[in-house]
Each structure stands twice: as C-alpha cells, then as structure tokens.
C-alpha cells in the first residue's frame, strides 16, 4: 500500500474534494477560507504540488481547472493511521488504543462499541472491516 504523508492543508483539500466530489480551485478555496484564511494563490500552488504528487487529479472546463481526488478516502486514512501508529507507538496499535483509554479519550459508549466491534471481528474470523458506530 502506497504511504500517505499529507500535512493539514493537504488533507483539508482533500477532504473539500471528497465531500464534493469535483471542485474549483476558487470552491476550495471558499471552502476553506474561514477556517484557513489563506490565499486563493495559496491553494492554488498546493493543488498543483498535489496533481504532481498523483493526489489531485484535474481537467479543464475552459479556462477552469476542476479538481477531483485521485486517491481515496479510506486509503488515506488507513495510511496516515499506519504512519501514526509508527511513529508514535511503535507499530504497535494495541498501545494507540491503551494510549486513548489511559488518556480517558475513549468514554463509556466509545469502549461498548469497542467491546462489540472486538466480539463481531472474533465472530467473523479476525477479519476487519466494520466499524465502530454509535448506536
């Protein structure tokens, strides 16, 4: 599986285009002009870095570039994940989730609905896949 490094404006790109589905460089930049207050030259410079990097992929409408994602969601969240987990834990997922517990990022409900995803994988075989939901 091909790594993802994105810093935060990156993945907040990424996300605008996700959400949308296609988008202008001015949508992007409307889209994250409150939160970012950046510079409509600002996005468009890192669109282009991120069309040269195979994560943004565009077609022109005319004399506009519409942007589209060209790498999926869950293949960046699963790779940023992954990276973390190195990272931080030491390729050890056991302890990113010992890390949440001890920190008390997990409340009550969160660690049920652990409990329940654990007990639906062991069901399954191991196999992942569902996810963890309030209910």
Do not use: C, Y
Not at 21 to 50: F, N, S, W, Y
Not at 66 to 87: F, G, K, Q, T, Y
Not at 98 to 112: C, K, Y
Not at 115 to 132: P, T, Y
């Amino acid at each position: 599986m091909e790594r993802h490094r994105l810093g935060d404006l990156q993945l907040a790109i990424l996300e605008v285009l996700w959400d949308r589905g296609e988008a202008t460089t001015g949508e992007v930049h409307q889209a994250l002009l409150e939160a970012r207050g950046l510079a409509p030259t600002t996005i468009a410079t890192m669109l282009r870095k991120m069309d040269d990097r195979g994560l943004v992929a565009h077609r022109r409408d005319g004399r506009i570039l519409v942007h589209r994602a060209a790498v999926p969601r869950d293949s960046v969240h699963r790779s940023m994940v992954e990276d973390l987990v190195e990272r931080l834990f030491g390729g050890d997922p056991r302890e990113l989730v010992n890390h949440l517990v001890r920190e008390g990022e997990l409340g009550q409900g969160d660690l049920d609905a652990i409990r329940r995803k654990v007990a639906k994988a062991r069901r399954s075989g191991g196999r992942g896949g569902a996810e963890v939901q309030d209910d």
